[in-house]
């Protein structure tokens, strides 16, 4: 009931997210005059003001909940400014001054993260206190140093591009006032009548220039929240998309399927219909081109290529703080293609923060169920572990039952291993069978490859592969030795209570004893397409797949196992998977004797020195590259005749 509880709540969030109040943008549009009129255009925004000043007299949101930050130092000061220009709430006025002249110096740290603009915005206000005959309680040199900042910030900018310089100051505009032209600010206005949805700047133009769209646009925005005014409007989309990244980055989106879908239905359509909304903001358009593409939508990169050349506008107008430089870091130390989901999910989990606080040029929440998503992730991921733990359990007690336990001195039986590989790839609960027959088959498939490999003889390898060919009609065969007959058995068991069929292992063990009549012919491939017509066989991913496919849900047909797809999937996989490998224990195979592409390229060209190794191993990540790129696009794409789980499955391998 609990969990329903919280589904519910995030539910409800995903259908329509609330908007979170900004006092500094709150107070910009409480500015605007009427126009004609000495009195304010917006008045519910003043009394907004009115009603939210904090004890300490301060206005904003302080996710710390007791240090004074530079988000708090800027709203309360854009508070008093805007109380000051309709004379109204002298009290007010006098504890806000008694803040900001007490935490001053917050606004030199330069330690301290900033709102998007901060020196010059906050000097902008400054400026405007004089001009309102407002005494800042401060020494002259402290207000001195701000503007010195702002010197800097105006100059460190001015080393970007022209394109990208004017964008950043037209969207700092109220820290500049009279000194912007404002009819070149006027082309940056949006359909919706905001310039770069963001409230601050389309006060500071109407109060400049009586624009209807302008004054639209805040008059909507004013009455739809009862006088507070958010950081950035519209958000809807971008806060959805957030939502469903957080969903999924958690593991608990399996809850919200007919929700996410709908989400993404809708961006797609904003996509395809090129909406302001989403394509005019970087991080709403990366976030949505992701998501999109990762859930099989058909789109081009085109709506991305806009970004391509204005690094130092993306830099100016959306900021990247200190605190997200160590998650850029991870992600391009550990791309998408080389992490596990479910140990993702788990330092996703670990590293939430629920108050959901994010900067642009003032602080803002983003949705209100985080708490909720944080509690439901926690209580999913420890009520899977315990079922991990007792797939585990059985595991082990199949290994016993089998004897698989009595190989362990020619064989790596490792129930553990193997089940972390299918723990980590397929974490819902319910996949509890796929996750045992994978982790049933990774562990066969390791035993098997350490027969061929290493421990068995030419007699136990030829056995094997006729007890295989036979299957159902095994005992007219026989076993040469006791571990044949318990790795036949153990194989043959198993996959006669899932119902699988020979023909899965067939290549397999073909493919490792071509490899092993190559390792005692000392006979080595003349090239890389005859080494990989047995190794990427032998490499034993295929009965994994093939077994756990049957048990994702979807039926698969023996069309779709016999289709170009599934065969081009299977070899696109298994293709990178081996040379992956190859290029981790080239080293231990060459003393071994054992044949390696790494070692099969380099010696083809001079032997094999040091620089030909490099040389070769520069090829294969380029072969690897492509196999896991178009791998990639036939199991994200939409349409096709395996089923989206079944094809999933050899992403997941392939990870």
């Known amino acids: 009931m609990h969990s329903i509880g919280l589904q519910a709540s995030i539910r409800k969030q ?4 609330e908007l979170s109040p900004s006092s500094y943008n709150t107070a910009w549009v409480a500015m605007v005059p009427l126009r004609g009129s000495q ?4 008045p519910q925004c003043i009394e907004w003001i009115m009603k939210n000043q904090n004890n300490d007299g301060s206005w904003g949101i302080n996710p710390l909940g007791s240090t004074v930050n530079k988000d708090i130092l800027l709203s309360s000061l854009a508070c008093v400014l805007a109380l000051k220009k309709w004379n109204i709430g002298s009290d007010q006025i006098r504890k806000g001054l008694s803040f900001i002249g007490k935490n001053f110096s917050v606004a030199m740290d330069d330690k301290l993260v900033a709102p998007v603009g901060f020196n010059i915005t906050f000097s902008g206000l400054l400026s405007l206190a004089t001009q309102m005959g407002l005494e800042i309680p401060v020494t002259q040199t402290d207000i001195d140093g701000i503007f010195h900042l ?4 105006l100059e460190r ?3 970007g591009t022209v394109s990208a310089r004017k964008a950043f100051m037209a969207y700092v505009s ?8 404002w009819d070149f600010i006027m082309t940056n206005q949006r359909k919706n009548g905001s310039l770069f949805d963001s409230p601050s700047t389309t006060a500071m133009a109407a109060i400049h220039i009586y624009d209807d769209k302008a004054l639209n646009y805040l008059d909507a925005l004013a009455n739809k929240s009862g006088g507070s005014v958010p950081a950035r409007y519209p958000q809807n989309l971008y806060s959805k998309i957030c939502m ?7 593991g608990i989106s399996l809850n919200f399927v007919r929700e996410i879908g709908d989400i993404l239905d809708m961006t797609y359509r904003c996509w395809m219909q090129n909406e302001e909304e989403l394509m005019l903001d970087m991080v709403t358009c990366a976030k949505a081109f992701r998501l999109l593409r990762m859930h099989g939508y058909d789109i081009t990169s085109d709506g991305m290529a806009q970004y391509a050349e204005q690094s130092s506008f993306d830099d100016s107008i959306h900021g990247i703080p200190r605190s997200v430089i160590p998650e850029v870091e991870y992600n391009l130390k550990f791309p998408l293609y080389a992490t596990l989901d479910r140990l993702e999910h788990r330092r996703n989990i670990e590293q939430f923060k629920p108050e959901g606080f994010h900067l642009l040029k003032s602080g803002h929440c983003g949705s209100g ?3 909720e998503i944080l509690t439901l992730a926690i209580d999913e991921f420890h009520s899977t572990q315990s079922l991990y733990k007792q797939e585990l359990h059985y595991i082990e007690s199949w290994v016993a039952e089998s004897r698989l336990d009595e190989l362990m001195k020619f064989a790596r039986v490792m129930p553990l291993a193997s089940h972390l590989s299918a723990a980590a790839s397929m974490f819902p609960r319910e996949l509890s069978d796929a996750r045992i027959a994978w982790t049933q088959n990774a562990l066969l498939t390791t035993v098997v490859d350490d027969l061929f490999d290493h421990a068995g003889s030419m007699e136990e390898m030829e056995n094997f592969v006729a007890l295989i060919e036979k299957w159902d009609d095994h005992s007219e065969i026989g076993f040469c030795s006791e571990r044949v007959e318990i790795i036949f058995n153990a194989l043959y068991n198993t996959h006669k209570q899932i119902g699988a069929k020979a023909m899965l292992w067939l290549e397999t063990i073909r493919g490792a004893m071509t490899e092993a009549k190559w390792r005692l012919d000392k006979y080595s491939p003349t090239t890389l397409e005859e080494y990989l017509s047995a190794s990427r066989y032998s490499f034993a991913q295929g009965p994994v797949v093939f077994t756990t496919m049957y048990l994702v849900g979807p039926e698969l047909s023996e069309e779709a196992v016999r289709s170009k797809e599934y065969k081009d999937m299977f070899r ?3 293709i990178a998977s081996r040379l992956l490998n190859d290029m981790q224990s080239y080293e231990r195979e060459m003393k071994q004797g054992k044949i390696n592409s790494v070692m099969l390229k380099a010696l083809s060209r001079d032997g094999g020195s040091p620089a030909s190794i490099e040389e070769a191993k520069r090829e294969l990540r380029s072969v690897i590259k492509a196999c896991r790129l178009e791998l990639q696009r036939l199991v994200f794409r939409e349409g096709g005749i395996v089923p989206r789980p079944c094809r999933e499955l050899f992403w997941l391998m392939s990870k």
Do not use: Y
């Open 157 to 159: 900018d001015a080393g």
């Open 39 to 42: 009195s304010a255009c917006f």
């Open 244 to 250: 469903v990244d957080t969903l999924e980055n958690t």
């Open 174 to 181: 109220e820290g500049l006032g009279s000194l912007q032209d």
């Open 150 to 153: 702002r010197k800097i910030e």
């Open 14 to 17: 995903l259908q329509g997210v």
């Open 572 to 574: 696109h996989m298994s």
């Open 369 to 371: 169920a985080n708490k």
